[in-house]
């Protein structure tokens, strides 16, 4: 069977790379899936419908940030090699550029079956010059990954607004606005460990906060709306306890 869209694909990859240890998360910093185990470096996997030029090119890019780079496409029918190629082809290819390979088989009454091709070859340069390590992109990719609390993302989407660490931050400012009506950025500080809270408010990106006087915010209307179109991030948030009353001189 053939998939619609490529995002088709990032359920069995993830359950796949979940049942090896992995913790998985989806659109991180433009990476369809990142994969992180242990203190290992992040597996990067892009997700395409078919086998690509556009899917190579996005995996090369990668390398700059780990060279655990794989691509993922839907199996062809009767596990045909794509473009008329040997599977023998396609792997020799993807060694020579320095990036796994993964197929996702698809079947009407069963779950669908990741399988390994080749794997990124190890202590072999590709026969091009790999892009130079970018250790900064790396660990803002790792800082991303791990600042999420939960994966709200499914890899290969498009012209979606993706709940990043700072939307989910964000979000969690608006909750609690929400819920206490008016707070100070530092008793939003102290109800979410979040030392940058105070800049959130301050810059308002979203423009879901109202700044009420020196010193207190409140939850503007777009903040409203945002909490119902975000609900399913919302229900992951501890409910807070009743905050005690502000000491006045």
């Known amino acids: 069977m053939a998939i619609k869209r490529e995002t088709e694909l990032y359920a069995p ?3 796949y790379l979940e049942a090896l240890g992995y913790s998985v998360r989806g659109e991180v910093n ?4 990142v994969a992180i185990r242990g203190e290992e470096p992040p597996l990067i996997v892009e997700l395409k419908k078919s086998f690509s030029i556009p899917l190579l090119l996005q995996a090369i890019d ?3 940030i780990t060279r655990s780079v794989y691509v993922a496409f839907e199996l062809p029918a009767k596990g045909r090699a794509p473009h008329g190629a040997s ?4 792997r ?3 060694g020579m550029l320095g990036v796994g390979m993964l197929t996702v088989q698809f079947y009407k009454s069963r779950k669908p079956k990741v399988q390994v091709e080749c794997h990124p070859p190890e202590g072999e340069q590709p026969f091009y010059a790999v892009p130079r390590h970018n250790k900064r992109a790396a660990s803002r990719l790792v800082t991303e990954f791990q600042e999420r609390r939960a994966d709200y993302n499914m890899g290969g989407s498009h012209q979606r607004k993706l709940v990043t660490a700072y939307r989910e931050k964000s979000l969690q400012l608006a909750w609690l606005l929400k819920i206490h009506g008016t707070l100070s950025p530092k008793r939003l500080r102290e109800l979410t460990g979040n030392g940058r809270a105070a800049g959130f408010l301050q810059n308002n990106v979203y423009l879901w906060f109202q700044r009420v006087e020196r010193g207190l915010y409140r939850l503007a209307p777009a903040g409203e709306e945002a909490l119902v179109q975000y609900a399913h991030v919302l229900a992951g948030f ?4 009743p ?3 502000v000491e006045t001189i």
């Open 92 to 94: 020799k290819l993807c």
């Open 87 to 90: 599977w023998t082809e396609l």
């Open 62 to 64: 990668r390398l700059k």
């Open 13 to 15: 990859v993830k359950a």
């Open 243 to 245: 905050l005690e009353p």
């Open 30 to 33: 433009h990476c369809d899936i």
């Open 238 to 241: 501890q409910k807070p306890r």
